[in-house]
């Protein structure tokens, strides 16, 4: 069965960086697109970052662009979230969800149970 | 941007009745790229309906989505206690955005 697990998160200060991890299991990996999506505390989703199922595209929102870089191993079937520049308002939960196929616009069809991320000095 | 907005805020009902979650997009979504996901406390979103009108993998028949171009509805035809969870819209038509939210709590 799919499964995605993610980890790295923590407790980090203001203007540091943090790495996410997302192990994937249970599918072809290569073929399909990904994404990283967050949810604050108590609030709604925001999506973060998407890249193609051969890494050689990426996508970004327009509050993480330019701080955050998403990438993917697939000889390790696993995708990563670099997150630089932190400030309060990254606290979140942050999951990886796969796309339904290897294009764009696809439905978000499994996600995993994510990793907290607080920034806190 | 894509702005989803969802009505009501809050719904309450009780189970057995019909619940019926709207979702409003500023502007035309195409080729119905519209989905709606189900949230329980502590556990990532889930997926129910895609394309508008698609059930998910193992969602059961008692959910439905409807609509096109820029309002949709989701319907949940009988609830049961395990719907009762907060539900989200995303669209995938031009980047990716979400609505607030709608709180389904029993009555």
Known sequence: QVQLVESGGGVVQPGKSLRLSCAAS????NIYAMHWVRQAPGKGLEWVALISYD????????????RFTISRDNSKNTVFLQVNSLRSEDTAVYYCARAQSGSYRQPFDYWGQGALVTVSS | EIVLTQ?????????????????RASQSVSSSSLAWFQQKPGQPPRLLIYDASNRATGIPDRFSG???GTDFTLTISRLEPEDFAVYYCQQYDNSYTFGQGTKLEIK
């Open chain 1, 26 to 29: 249970g599918f072809t990996f």
């Open chain 1, 55 to 66: 890494g050689y595209n990426t996508y970004y929102g327009d509050s993480v662009r330019g």
């Open chain 2, 7 to 23: 009505s009501p805020g809050t719904l309450s009902l009780s189970p057995g009745e019909r619940a019926t979650l709207s979702c």
């Open chain 2, 66 to 68: 409807s609509g096109s």
